[in-house]
């Protein structure tokens, strides 16, 4: 009983750590989550103008005693921050930081607004935007259960998985041994539900004195980190229940089987130690093979996540040094659907890069990672390692030389400080120069696509492009910048690199875009707070949604990614301790169960083989089930293989030490002790 008093302690504590590292990194967005919102996302013609709306918003929040809120995302140095515009008379909420008046009035009607005091259907919330000339969406609220099942994602629903098989089979050795005594308490004068009802009992306080324990802690912890609302302790609370919830149910139905196995028992049978086991024998039979489809997929993953861990750790020496890069992310609220609209956005933008790009405030690196998400190939046949545009090909501009320390010629740099428009610089590894005819052709082509004057199909060339060439050292790993989650990739080998400046592509329809397209992922401003002035003195700041520091944003990433490993080992190890356990508490069953037909078959001559013979072929078939799923699943052949070895040495070495001890009680058996 105390391991497992100990199991359901750790078990719980281990759910909590999961919760409560969660809601730390993320509580505003998460008590947002529970409630119902609209999403204010486009203007008619005769649309109200801000300060109308604000005061007519303001003006029905007063009559309705009400607090509406809009949600606005703040820039700052550490990255994403969420504050709030209150309408109404009243206070807003702990979690709801205001915003500052300079940010309130540079902000646009397009948004998130929802009610956080008093009662109003989201319905009369809309008609209102209705009234005032914009379009409105209407999301409903998350329930606390959907937001917690939320976090039984990835790596987290292994553990979960993990947790359940080894309660399960602790449970189940706990009955077994309950079982023997079973019969004597039966004749003392228990009833069989006194019998059931004491382990249950059991298991319940020791679930109640978890969750209460690992909640205390939890909101200790949550509040010594300055997280004190109301919702994100009822998520707490919710979490944490939820899984003594799934303890208790299979407590319950355990114990089901239970009652039936002894019900169907006569008392003289169980007395004699004929025990009902076939029941629980193939609930572990089950239980071992999802055991082994969770580590074999466990297994699968973590050799691929070092590899990937080791790819994004290579590139903290060079991030460092650039701790006062940031991106741009445009406003949430701005909704534009065709590309005439985008050109719009491109042309108010257009200006704001150039600038950045010739005072060198700026750094452009493209790589093409996106195309390859999901394959090795992309939809036209390339491939990241071939030679053409859309693969291993870097689109920089002229600082990135200066930025890696690439050197060219004399002559290649100082045309680099001057290119003309439909000129770019084609620098190629050494490598490529037989064929670098070839290659300039290609990339001119592909050039060609920025001096269209429109986006239609029989659109212009306004002018051709030329490529200066260069050439660089073979085997170099150039580094690009990337701090997304698309890819853990921070080094393309020997690419091609492109050269490219507003000047150079001109002020063409698809060179706009291209910026434009540009701007939230693949351009590097130098400066928080000069970029911040800049946008605010072209009158784009009121589209932007974040500037966020681009080192930070790959360290964010790199974190998360060494939190997965790490809770996927964890995950793992938990996975093969259960194996063993669910192996014993199989093994225990089987000689329960045919202890006198082991014992006779011995003294027959039986060998081991023989002796085990349908219980190994049980064992194999299941492991093999296990085995064709887990290949099926993890497309590795080799690592499902050393997961089936393991299973089949582990099962083999624990039955032979099973039977060596139950050999020493032989006689015993034999005369029916």
Known sequence: ????????????????????????????????????????????????????????????SRENNLVIVKRIVQPTKE????????????????????????????????????????????????????NFGYQVEIFEKESVISIVVAF??????????????????????????????????????????????????????????????????????????????????????????????????????????YFFNLKSMNLISIIKGKLPLHRLVGIILFCQ?????????????????????????????????????????????????????????????????????????????????????????????????????????????????????????????TQLEDLKQGQFVLLMPEKLKEHSDEYQKLYESHMEMYGLDSGEEDAEILFDFSAVVGYVPNNQLRFIYNHTSISSKQFLLDPIIVIVTPASLGNTFSSRLFWMEMISDYFYLSDFDQTVSKLKEMDLYSSVSTVSNSRQMYYEQYSKLRMELLTLIASTVIGVATSVLLFNSMNLLYFEEFRRDIFIKRLSGLRFLALHQNYLITQLTVILLGFCLTVFITKSLWTSIAACLFFVINGLLILYRQMKSENKLAISVLKGK
Not at 31 to 43: G, M
Not at 216 to 234: A, E, N, Y
Not at 342 to 367: C, G, M, S, T
Request: glycine residues 6%; proline residues 3%; hydrophobic residues 45%.
């Open 289 to 413: 093979f999802l055991a082994m489809i969770v580590i074999g997929w466990g297994t699968s993953r973590i050799p691929l996540l070092i590899y990937t861990y080791q790819e994004q750790q290579s590139a903290t020496k060079k991030w460092d040094p650039h701790e006062d890069l940031v991106n741009i992310s445009f406003n949430v609220g701005k909704e534009i659907n065709s590309m005439e609209a985008f050109d719009e956005e491109a042309k108010l933008w257009y200006p704001f890069v150039r600038d950045e790009i010739e005072h060198q405030n700026a750094l452009l690196v493209n790589h093409n990672l996106l195309n390859y998400i999901f394959s090795d190939v992309d939809p036209q046949g390339n491939r990241l390692t071939d030679y053409v545009p859309l693969g291993n090909t870097l689109f920089v501009t002229p600082n990135y030389l200066n930025e890696q320390n690439i050197s060219v010629d004399d002559i290649l740099d």
């Open 1 to 60: 009983m105390k391991i497992k008093r100990f199991f359901i302690y750790f078990s719980t504590l281990i759910i909590m750590g999961f919760m409560v590292w969660t809601l730390i990194n993320s509580p505003d967005q998460l008590s947002f989550a529970t409630y119902p919102f609209i999403y204010v996302k486009n203007a008619d013609l005769n649309a109200l103008d801000k300060q109308a709306v604000n005061d007519s918003l303001d003006e029905f």
């Open 79 to 130: 990255g994403q921050r969420f504050v709030y515009q209150k309408f109404g008379a009243g206070d807003l909420l702990r979690g709801f930081p205001e915003a500052p008046k300079n940010i309130q009035g540079i902000s646009s009607v397009f948004g998130q607004y929802l009610v956080i005091q008093g009662e109003l259907e989201e319905q009369r919330l809309a008609n209102q935007f209705y």
């Open 152 to 257: 039984l994602a990835g790596s987290s629903l292994s553990v979960l998985l993990i947790l359940v098989f080894t309660f399960t089979a602790l449970t189940l050795v706990l009955r077994i041994k309950d079982l023997r005594f079973a019969g004597i308490r039966l004749i003392s004068g228990e009833t069989i539900w006194s019998i059931i009802f004491r382990s249950l009992r059991s298991d319940f306080v020791d679930m109640i004195g978890a969750l209460l324990s690992c909640i205390l802690l939890g909101w200790g912890i949550l509040v010594m980190q300055g997280i004190s609302q109301d919702r994100i302790l009822l998520l707490l609370f919710a979490g944490q229940s939820l899984y003594i919830v799934l303890l208790v149910f299979i407590s319950i139905i355990l114990s089901g089987i």
